[in-house]
């Protein structure tokens, strides 16, 4: 074993996860290439997770950031204003919000997805008074105890060590199966007072799960749901933190549908670098905070609101917007390609934007075509409480030659597990 590696398995926790999927020491990256310490090169369909949405170490972000440095910039400042701040709640306010409608307060929490979500969760239940929160079956939202209790894995739940109480877990749309409307359950519950759940605090989803399969909710799902909570009093808050920021095809996941959530969460690729950044929108009449009633050291992340305002700067052309929807296109038609292509690996197409995978109903098929992309020097991941699915996240702004390269390598990495697993169709068995 390379004796960095060793190092690391010497020194570092075993929760450690993805050096495990990708066992080798990167040394530099960019756009959507990553080098290895011998010099090998890697196709990044991964994107940090959803936090490299402009790829590794763009390059109109990086001189903002490094300028920023070099001048002395203030790094550290908690919620105290500086021109960073300011210059990115501006440019948000001008090029995000104002053409889409958005009337929103912007809550600086710690600059992690899961304090958004700790935050949403908080003052829902403040300006309720009430302490339930509804989830939906697949769903993440985070690793501290209230973005936990709201999400669906059981393994990771586990790892609380204690109960996760005041949350109530419905089923996402088509969790049973297609035809049925599984809000016609949710309301139900709301409706009966012998049901025992109470009226919730909020509502929170993902439009599109990513950790939990890539499933995602229709748009006539996504409406009834925001008319079920205008009926009920309920905060509807949207869990943007992966699906966000041009992920699925426009900035925010919900727009398609044209509904106006109560609180919107996001993180990630907001910091437009991968520099820790998140944000909680809160619609103005739910802004009832006192004073550093929600607070954190590192809310103010001024070199992440530098590169931040810049990625904003794509934002301003709608044919950027376009060109994910047509690179989204693209992957969703030689995905269904593969599933027709291959039938032998018994896959279906899932997600939307350049959130897409294959789940496969062959247990172990889909970690099999990861491990096998990687070997061909490519990175993904899979996903899913199963891990059956394998899922495309390549940078929203890659280039055509780029996307091809990482569907060809797909392609063969897809023939290689139906290989390795014995389950290629056999020429002489025609």
Not at 207 to 223: D, L, P
Not at 402 to 414: D, K, M, N, P, T
């Amino acid at each position: 074993m390379n004796k960095k590696l060793e190092l690391i398995e010497e020194l570092e926790s075993s929760v450690r996860s993805y050096v495990r999927s990708f066992p080798t020491v990167f040394t530099k990256a960019r756009g959507y290439k990553m080098w290895d310490e011998d010099g090998k090169e890697y196709i990044d369909f991964f994107s940090g997770a959803g936090a490299l949405n402009y790829g590794h170490n763009e390059p109109a972000m990086k001189k903002k950031l490094v300028d920023y440095i070099l001048e002395d910039g203030v790094a550290h400042s908690l919620d105290m204003a500086t021109d960073a701040k300011v210059a990115f709640m501006e440019k948000f306010r001008d090029v995000i919000m104002k053409p889409r409608d958005m009337d929103y307060k912007i809550m600086f929490p710690g600059p992690t997805g899961t304090n958004t979500v700790e935050s949403a969760l908080k003052i829902a239940r403040k300006m309720t008074g009430r302490t339930d929160i509804v989830s939906f079956t697949n769903g993440f939202h985070g690793m501290t105890i209230g973005a936990l209790s709201v999400t669906g894995n059981s393994m990771k739940r586990k790892g609380a060590g204690i109960p996760l109480n005041n949350t109530v877990t419905m089923p996402y749309d088509t969790f049973v199966e297609d035809e049925v409307d599984t809000l016609d359950y949710f309301e139900r519950f709301l409706d009966d007072n012998g049901s025992g759940v109470a009226i919730p605090a909020a509502v929170i989803f993902e439009t599109v799960q990513g950790e939990g399969g890539i499933n995602a909710a229709s748009i006539e799902w996504m409406q009834r749901l925001e008319r079920i909570c205008r009926d009920w009093g309920i905060v509807l808050i949207v869990d943007d933190v992966q699906a966000g920021v041009g992920r699925t095809g426009t900035f925010f996941s919900f727009e398609p549908a044209g509904i106006k959530p109560d609180v919107v969460c996001l993180s990630k690729s907001i910091g437009g670098y991968g520099l820790p950044l998140a944000i909680t929108l809160i619609k103005p009449e739910l802004d009832q905070w006192k004073p550093g009633e929600h607070n954190g050291t590192f809310r103010g992340n001024n070199m992440a609101f530098v590169t931040a305002t810049e990625a904003l700067t794509y934002w301003e052309d709608p044919n950027f917007e376009k060109s994910i929807q047509e690179k989204s296109e693209t992957v969703k038609n030689f995905l269904e390609d593969m599933v027709a292509k291959y039938p032998e690996m018994k896959g279906f197409r899932k997600g939307r934007g350049l959130m897409q995978g294959i789940s496969s109903d062959i247990e172990g098929f889909s970690e099999k075509v990861a491990e096998h992309a990687f070997e061909r020097q490519m990175i993904m991941e899979t996903a899913g409480g199963h891990d059956q699915v394998f899922k495309l996240f390549p940078p929203i702004n890659i280039d055509e030659e780029g996307l091809q390269a990482g569907l060809e390598v797909l392609e063969l990495s897809i023939q290689d597990a139906l290989e390795s697993m014995n389950l290629k169709e056999k020429e002489t068995a025609k």
